[in-house]
């Protein structure tokens, strides 16, 4: 008999996911670019309604999300009954695992996908496995080729986070058609809101038509809302079913459910996010490339730098920004030692990095 409680087995080899940072000591103002949070910050009606739910926070919310789930799906044209809302898109990641894999199985991620992959693959006591990639693109041709009959599930961030890429519709398809049809494909569209490609497609066309796909979106990026933890998914009835049955009973709190509604109702706050991104981040990447760095075409809120010659390496980097108040993301955990992310700020903002890189590059 042990002396104390002991978690199921793996839970311990599980590396936590740490989030980017938020502070810098000794400097009088930070610039926080480290995490890939909205540029502008969110909807005003979605703040006036979230200080419109302080009377009312002695009630439970909706545990359905039911104006929720009819707004996202008027915004966006969908069916609301094929709609399941979760505390972050992290939580619905964490279910798919929890709901369709155990010991024994296996979930296959990219290798520089979303950290949240293969801590939920573990969390529920299956084998993540972890697909090289092309060019810092998924290969849809590597996935395939280590499916197996112990593949439970395949998740996809797309676009990619951190590598910023993405893969087209054809792509996409390619890939569902060679699973089986008891494998998951999970598809993580964090970022859909930002990219402006005529031959990229979210996930709702497979979503809409076959039974194993689902599509993961979020309010954490363009609708400015992380710290409320909102994502949602859309799938056939089968796997919605499944997760109402394993998700929070109450697991959207009220003041997000209106925040949320509010900020869907907002187009024109939408529209000048997406115009700010669609300025500043090829700004972004001209000016890092000008610098004479490599950058990774991104068509996301964020880049990724390589850095390579010594000293001038990416932690050297990274500390470097860091001591001028500018916090971004070392990528040492996503098998990118060489790298940092930047999300896209304000205009001075991304003009600080750029000039604090000039700066790092000159010093001695």
């Given at each position: ?56 926070m ?8 039911i104006?929720?789930r ?10 609301a009954a ?10 619905l ?5 929890r ?13 520089h ?10 969390s ?14 998924a ?10 009959s ?14 910023g ?5 054809a792509e ?10 008891s ?12 990219v402006?490609r005529?031959?990229y497609?979210?996930g709702?066309?497979l ?14 990026k ?7 933890r ?18 929070g ?42 610098l004479?760095?490599?950058?990774t ?13 010594r ?8 500390e ?6 500018i916090?971004?993301?070392?990528m ?8 940092i992310?930047?999300?896209v ?15 790092f590059?000159?010093?001695?």
């Amino acid at each position: 008999m042990s002396e104390h409680p002991i978690p199921q087995p793996g839970i311990l080899g599980i590396s936590p996911y740490v989030g980017g940072e938020s502070k810098a000591e000794g400097t009088q103002r930070v610039i926080r670019l480290a995490s890939n949070e909205s540029a502008l910050g969110p909807s005003p009606r979605a703040m006036e309604a979230y200080r419109a739910q302080a009377a009312e926070m002695f009630r439970y919310p909706d545990g359905g999300s039911i104006a929720l789930r009819q707004a996202i799906a008027r915004r966006y044209g969908l069916d609301a009954a094929r709609i399941v809302c979760g505390t972050g898109s992290d939580e619905l990641i964490s279910l798919l695992a929890r709901a369709y894999a155990g010991p024994g199985d296996e979930v296959i991620y990219s290798r520089h996908g979303f950290l949240m992959y293969p801590i939920a693959a573990q969390s529920a006591g299956a084998t993540p496995v972890a697909v090289p990639e092309k060019q810092l693109t998924a290969d849809v041709d590597g996935m395939l080729a280590l499916v197996t009959s112990r593949t439970r599930l395949v998740y996809l961030a797309n676009p990619n986070n951190p590598t910023g890429t993405f893969l087209p519709r054809a792509e996409v398809k390619r890939l569902h058609e060679g699973l089986p049809k008891s494998t998951l494909l999970v598809i993580d569209a964090a970022y859909a809101e930002f990219v402006a490609r005529n031959d990229y497609e979210p996930g709702i066309e497979l979503a809409e038509r076959a039974e194993n796909v689902i599509m993961l979106r979020t309010f954490s990026k363009i609708y400015a809302l992380a710290g409320l933890r909102i994502g949602w998914g859309y799938a056939g009835a089968g796997i919605i079913d499944v997760l109402n049955r394993v998700r929070g009973v109450f697991n959207i709190n009220l003041p997000a459910q209106a925040a949320a509604v509010a900020a869907l109702e907002d187009v024109a706050s939408i529209d000048r996010a997406r115009t700010h991104n669609d300025l500043w981040r090829p700004w972004l990447e001209r000016e890092i490339r000008a610098l004479g760095l490599e950058v990774t075409p991104s068509v996301a809120n964020f880049v990724l730098v390589y850095f390579d010659a010594r000293p001038k390496d990416s932690s050297a980097a990274w500390e470097f920004l860091k001591s001028r108040g500018i916090l971004t993301r070392q990528m040492g955990a996503y098998g990118l030692p060489k790298h940092i992310r930047i999300s896209v700020g304000l205009e001075e903002e991304m003009r600080a990095v750029v000039a604090a890189l000039a700066d790092f590059l000159k010093a001695p």
